[in-house]
């Protein structure tokens, strides 16, 4: 039984999505768009809005209503098809999200971990057609499993001007496809239900190993997975033609894409964080099919992760998947015995065949149009991350603010100090606690936010740490305010998204949803969104506008990781200003009872240490004794001292008066202010909580 149909994942239970009243949508639209635009501008859009109000909106509203009356969620046909069908956009670089995993707790072959993989999410899937998988749900409240019926056998097809989705049934769908090399394979594996669990991963560790050890590399001109990567209506033509080729490309391709899922045997090693970033948002192209519910990625060096299609499934939702694959990995990753040496797995009969496709000469020519649009796409992208471990929840929650709300300040600090204005910023609020819901948009910006960052860059002398800082509560007060009204229903995006929607095919378009200032408010140079699990070591995806960026970032107890994708914008320098932003607003949090003479003497203080600390590093330094051996300190109290002691060796007395000096500063959070800029002038980082000198 699939899921769509068990009653146990019924969601006549849950309430309706609401459709928000006309008056409420306005006055919020008016307040979030207000500071985004110069006075003259907005105003002639509200002009617009007013007209609007008073002749066509009544009519749609009501229209709106009576679709909610007569659908389950009247929303959710009409915002799939707007965000994701109708989008011509790649999927590889603008649609699709991943996930990186944390490392495994031991070193586990590329064959014996993709096993495991496998054999996870097949049992994850008979739990879920089963109807005995654990509803979802947010402090005791039931969130919506509408999503799950697309989480496994669904492929996207490209259209000629409207994709769709397909999801194949059990009996059609019990294989896995595999890539590796450039190629595709069936991995057809018997049901593993009931089964030996240990003798299951055996037999298809077997199999992917001799998929490894026998497949030569495939040029990359014939590669048809780089195909999915292209923008959708280059994919609808070359699939069109790929079809044509012969009767045998039709049915790979229908064995590929009715497959459960897709694990992909990546050649690569990643090593950085970047780099496995990198890898897991797009790779070289070749040994993926952006067009499945999910890709399972598996790398030679042993790190893993996972590529998800976002038409019809959020990552909220493929995150119950990952925990319980995670979760396998590490319980499984020491238990199973090699399947090289176990005879038992030889008689198995999960069997795997590759997947083979005829080419012509306008194949051919599709393929490179495709591998050259990924390369151009590749180099004209920037991915940084921001791995940010000087504080985290824990410190944020002490200074008593929504650590959600304070990175999403932080972000719009950081934009300010770079580009000079706070721009139209999107955040995904979760509407899962309704029939079929999605998602709204969370708009972060407000007047207090924008009030906030000209107060800390253009003119920080005017005002106080004070009134800085309670600038900062109320904007993120207002943040944390906001999704909340987005998670009731109450968001303002999606209901005038209905409004326009409603509109009939005859009825001309309402000057509003033409205005620059209303389509501008809604062009999402700040995409962003926050997934935090313990799980993850990556999370991403790509800017949704071409001149802005995508940023997805986790809070943890102890750090914040942030990763920035756009078309060479500046996204590690970004990353700078936005670590600069989250050590200033501590600071400014931690500090605000201060007056400005106050900082400046710790300034001074700390200023007058690092000049002490350049100018004993500098000098020359004296022979050091074995018995004055740094490393042999013992772990107590006064080993960080003995440790800071011996590593300015010159003159021991100078070590022992620097070391004092340091102690006797007024203030760590001075310290940590400074820390990450040590490169710089002392006074420039904390310009704007220092007393003016003109």
Known sequence: ????????????????????????????????????FEKDDFEKCMEKLERFMASEAPVLQARLKERADAHENWLEEWWNEYAYFLNRSSLCFNVNYFFGFRNTPQPLSQARLAAILIDGALRFRDTLESGELEHDNIRGKAMCMHQYQYMFATCRHPGEARDQTEVY??????????????????????????????????????????IIDSTEQLERAKSIGILTASLRDDWYAARECLLQVSPGNAESLRALESSAFLVSLESASPSTHQEFSLACHCSNGVDRYFDKNFQLLVFANGRYGFNGEHSLTDATTDMRLCNALVKDVEALCGEVPSALSAGAAASGSCTASELKFDYSAELLGHI?????????????????TLEFDSFGKEQIKKMKVSPDAFVQMAMQLAYYRKFGHVPATYESASTKSYARGRTETSRSVSEHSVQWCRMMVDHPETTSLHAKSELLKQAIINQSQFTAQCAKGAGIDRHLLGLEYALLSHEPKPEIFSDPVFLASRH????????????????????????????????????????????????????????????????LLTNAHKQPHEIM????????????????????????????????????????????????????????????????????????????????????????????TS
């Open 1 to 36: 039984m699939s899921p769509s149909s068990h009653p146990n994942y019924s969601t006549s239970s849950l309430p309706r999505l609401p459709v928000p009243e006309l008056e409420d949508t306005v006055s919020r639209f008016k307040a979030a768009a207000r500071p985004l």
């Open 169 to 210: 049934p059990r009996e059609q769908s019990g294989h896995v496809a595999i890539a590796h090399k450039g190629r595709f394979f069936a991995l057809r594996v018997p049901g593993v239900a009931g089964t030996d669990r240990l003798a299951a991963i055996q037999q298809i560790e077997r199999q992917l190993q001799a």
């Open 368 to 384: 490179q149009r495709a591998v050259d649009y990924f390369d151009a796409t590749v180099r004209g992208h920037e991915l940084a």
């Open 524 to 587: 999402w140079k700040l995409s962003t969104s926050q997934i935090s699990d313990p799980i993850l070591g990556a999370y991403g995806w790509g800017e949704v506008v071409d001149d802005g960026f995508g940023i997805a970032y986790r809070i943890e107890n102890n750090s914040l990781h942030f990763n920035v994708v756009s078309q060479r914008l500046g996204s590690k320098r970004l990353c700078r200003y936005l670590s600069d932003a989250l050590m200033d607003m501590r600071f």
């Open 601 to 692: 003497a710790e300034v001074d203080a700390v200023a007058n240490v690092l000049n002490s600390i350049k100018l004993l590093s500098s000098a020359p330094k004296s022979p050091s004794s074995p018995d004055s051996d740094a490393g042999s300190v013992t772990n107590d109290d006064s080993a960080d001292s003995a440790r800071f002691r011996g590593s300015f060796s010159p003159d021991p007395a100078a070590s022992s008066s620097l070391v004092d000096e340091l102690e006797r500063l007024p203030s760590s959070e001075m310290i940590c202010a400074l820390e990450t800029r040590l490169s710089r002038f002392v006074k420039e980082s904390l310009y704007w909580a220092l007393p003016s």
